[in-house]
């Protein structure tokens, strides 16, 4: 299920391929930096650059022994490499190259799923086009509210995924850091100059101040981007399972010929993707408290964060990009019913309108308690006795003293509600 909806090129970013072709990147960039300082000899620096490999199966096999992934990486090349592999690495930690290979890859990821972001937005404003003026329920705490229009709820979706947008970008924008500065951050063995070099080469800004390690407040901000994300999409799923409800049934996942909805029932089309993206959204969630908790570490570096991160950055990462492809399938095939909208308007015999009413009486002089009281009385009975509101208050006296049957009338307009809708579009979509 998830190969269906995932892209291939995010789960290659996290292949050890990838991964050990990010470290090589950084040591080769380190190498070059030292060499434009005269610190590596020109027939050193052309051997690294004519000779620098690695191969994946080689690395395992040296990690067996050395029980260290960054020096069998590193015995690695050097077989490759040969005697100038002695200026590989000089100066260095392992983080100085993992944690910037790291911003690489969460650079690349992020590439990905804004892709994805800007296509799900695409799909998102379309629709809210396309409902713009399909007039339907507003509901708070699930009981009929006023009047909408089925495109405002897709305008507040897109609205809210353009704010995810920018907190990728700015996430992304955090995670593009580089620190090439030694065991504990103090340059001993390398000069600052270094870092600068290599990170501007490899287009990330250098780290301000760093221990062993980019601090992980930077992993905190960018996990907790990714589970707001979830959040959104989780809010748009819940939304949708709650419009297939068989007793609403205002819109429905697309149920494709020859699909089936349950072994037992054969009748049963169930919003099976919108409950997928509910549950993983918890995933990320729980991946976001894992890189909080990765935040405190030792003095100045130890390695709990380590197993975390290995697993969280390419679950997070591939699980979102999944995520955000299956959402934006499920809503451009999103079925809609305008017909069932209206009606399920109608069966509270014109209760939606009790606040115009409301507002009407007031304006006629009366106190806001007083006229609460007369329309709360004749919508009780609508709720008990069944009914229609504006025949109701035209019977009851005391409204009909302050609102003519005309005026009545003109207070159960739908127009009325709906006046603003292309004010709202163009505060959204810069148009209506």
Known sequence: MIARYTRPEMGRIWTLENKYRKWLDVEL??????AERGEIPEWAMKEIREKAAFRVERIDEIEKETQ???????????????????????????????DTANALLFLEASDLL???????????????????????????????????????????????????????????ETMRVGKISGAVGTFANIDPDIEER?????????????TQVIQRDRYAEYFTTLAVIGCTVEKIAVEIRHLQRTE????????????????????????????????????LRGNALAAMENVALW???????????????????????????RLTRLLDTLVAYPERMRANMEITGGLLFSQR???????????????????????MKVWQEGGHLRDRLAADPEVAAHLSIKELEALFDLRYHLKHVDAIFRRVFGSA
């Open 29 to 34: 960039a380190v190498c070059e930096a030292r």
């Open 68 to 98: 260290h992934d960054v020096i069998a990486f590193l015995t690695c090349v050097a077989e490759h490499v040969g005697p100038a592999s002695r200026f590989i690495h000089e100066g260095l930690t392992s983080s100085d190259v993992l």
């Open 114 to 172: 804004l892709d994805d972001l800007d296509r799900l937005l695409d799909v998102l404003k379309r629709r809210a086009f396309e409902f713009k003026d399909v007039v339907m329920m507003g509901r708070s705490h699930g009981i009929h509210a006023e009047p909408i229009t089925f495109g405002l709820k897709w305008a507040l979706w897109s609205a809210e995924m353009q704010r995810n947008r920018e907190r990728m970008f700015r996430a992304r």
């Open 198 to 210: 290599v990170c501007r080469r490899l287009g990330l800004e250098p780290a301000p101040i760093s």
């Open 248 to 283: 609403v049934r205002e819109a429905e996942e697309y149920f494709a010929p020859g699909q089936k909805g349950s072994s037992a029932m054969p009748h049963k089309r169930n919003p099976i993707a919108s409950e997928n993206l509910s549950g993983l959204a918890r995933v």
């Open 299 to 325: 003095h100045e570096r130890d390695i709990s964060h380590s197993s975390v991160e290995r697993i969280i950055g390419p679950d997070s990462t591939i699980l979102l990009d999944y995520m955000l492809n």
């Open 357 to 379: 009413v409301l507002l009407a009486l007031v304006g006629k002089g009366l106190s806001r308690e007083d006229a609460y009281r007369m329309v709360q009385r004749n919508a």
